[in-house]
C-alpha cells in the first residue's frame, strides 16, 4: 500500500487537481494504520480473549518451529526498522544536528515523510510484539500453563492498536493540512525579518501537499515609501530566503501579502493561492 501511495503520489499534475497528488502518501499511509488497528490488533485480541475464555487452553505444539519463526522474524522486521532509523539518522545529520533518541522522536514527530514513518511504527510495533511473543512462549513452554501465551496474544493485540491510534494519528494531521515544522517556521520567520525592507512579520501559513511539496503563504508590513522596484524586490529576496531554508519550495506556491501604509498589496510569485 504504501508503494501504492508512491507510485500514485507522482501523477501529473491536472485541471481538476491543480497542486498534484502528493496526498495520495498520506492517504495510503493512513488506510495501513487502519488495518494494522483493524485486522493485526483486532485479530490478536480476539484471538488471546477467546484462549483465555475457552474451558480448555490450546496445546503447544512444534516448539522449536515457533522458535525459528520468531527468529526468522526478528531478522526482518529489524532490517526494516534498521533502514527507518537511518532515514531519521541521515536526516537529523545532515541538518548539522546531533543524532540522538530524543532528536529522532522530534524527528518522527515532525517530519512529513508518511512513508518513512509508517515503516518505523509499524516495525517498531512488529518487533515489540515479537519480543512479547516470544516471552510468553517461553513461560508457556517452561511452566506448561497456556495462559501466559493466551495473555501475551491479548497484550500483543493492545500494543498494536496503540502503534496504530499513533500512526492514524500521524497520518490525520498530513491529510488535512499540517503546516512546517516549527524548527522550519522559526527559520523562515528569522531570515525574512533580518530583510531591511520587512518591519513586521504578521503570519505565515503554510501546507504540505506532500513530504517535499508546500504552501507558503507570508503576510508581512513593509516600510513606508518603498516604489514599485523596491517591492519587486524585496518579495524577490523573500522568495529566495524561503528557499534557502526549504530548498524543495518552488515559486508558484509561495505567496507574500504585502501591508504598506494601510493599504494590503499582495503580489503571488506563481499561482494565486
Known sequence: MLLVGIRTSKKRVSERHPFGYGKEQF??????????????????????????????????????L?????????????HGLRAAILVFKNTIEQ??????LFAM?????????????????????????????TIALILSGITGNMAYDSIGSLIIG?????????????????????????????????????????????????????????????????ADNLDTDRIESVIDNIESKIRDVIPYAIPSKISVELERSGRLNKKDMGSTI
Open 27 to 64: 492517504f495510503w499511509a493512513f488506510l495501513v494504520s487502519v488495518l494494522i488497528f483493524g485486522i493485526s490488533g483486532i485479530l490478536s485480541l480476539e484471538r488471546g480473549i477467546e484462549s483465555i475464555l475457552a474451558h480448555e487452553l490450546h496445546s503447544l505444539e512444534n516448539v522449536l
Open 66 to 78: 515457533n522458535y525459528v519463526i520468531l527468529a526468522i522474524s526478528f531478522v526482518f522486521e529489524g
Open 95 to 100: 541538518r548539522g544536528d546531533k543524532f540522538s
Open 105 to 133: 522522536v522530534r524527528e518522527i514527530r515532525e517530519s512529513e515523510d508518511s512513508t518513512v514513518i509508517t515503516v518505523f511504527v509499524e516495525n517498531a510495533a512488529d518487533m515489540v510484539g515479537l519480543l512479547i511473543a
Open 158 to 222: 493492545l500494543e498494536l492498536m496503540a502503534f496504530a491510534v499513533f500512526l492514524a494519528k500521524e497520518n490525520k494531521d498530513l491529510l488535512i493540512g499540517e503546516s512546517i515544522s516549527k524548527r522550519d517556521y522559526k527559520m523562515n520567520s528569522a531570515i525574512v525579518f533580518k530583510i531591511p525592507e520587512v518591519n513586521k512579520i504578521i503570519s505565515i501559513r503554510s501546507m504540505h501537499l506532500a513530504p517535499e511539496d508546500v504552501l507558503i503563504a507570508i503576510d508581512e508590513a513593509l
